[in-house]
Nanobody, 113 residues
Framework: VQLQASGGGLVQAGGSLTLSCLVSERIANIAHLAWDRQALGKQREMVAM???????YYDSAVKGRFTISRDNAKNTLNLQMNSLKPEDTAVYYC????????WGQGTQVTVSS
């Protein structure tokens, strides 16, 4: 499984960004898709996850501000990020669980105060 994330960038606090992840396989067949992030000097952590049934799960730090979605027709996973905070600064990775976890190359999100 190949994943390609895009959409990162530099944004001011309070701003918005949308991340996209193009997946090489039919995502309708993938049970779990997720976005993880890793800030400098910290461990990678899950931000949001969506199941094939459309159930969503969010880390408490982003709940109410981020929205994860999947477009099965386009084999794309998205993450809409609103009300961004400096502590959201990290490299964001999309993840697909197919037998085991697969990650893309990551996209940098930087939020300035």
């Amino acid at each position: 499984v190949q994943l390609q994330a895009s959409g990162g960038g530099l944004v001011q606090a309070g701003g918005s960004l949308t991340l996209s992840c193009l997946v090489s396989e039919r995502i309708a067949n993938i049970a779990h898709l997720a976005w993880d992030r890793q800030a400098l000097g910290k461990q990678r952590e899950m931000v949001a996850m969506i199941t094939s049934a459309g159930n969503t799960y969010y880390d408490s730090a982003v709940k109410g501000r981020f929205t994860i979605s999947r477009d099965n027709a386009k084999n794309t996973l998205n993450l809409q990020m609103n009300s961004l905070k400096p502590e959201d600064t990290a490299v964001y990775y999309c993840r697909a669980t197919v037998l085991y976890d697969h990650w893309g190359q990551g996209t940098q999100v930087t939020v300035s105060s």
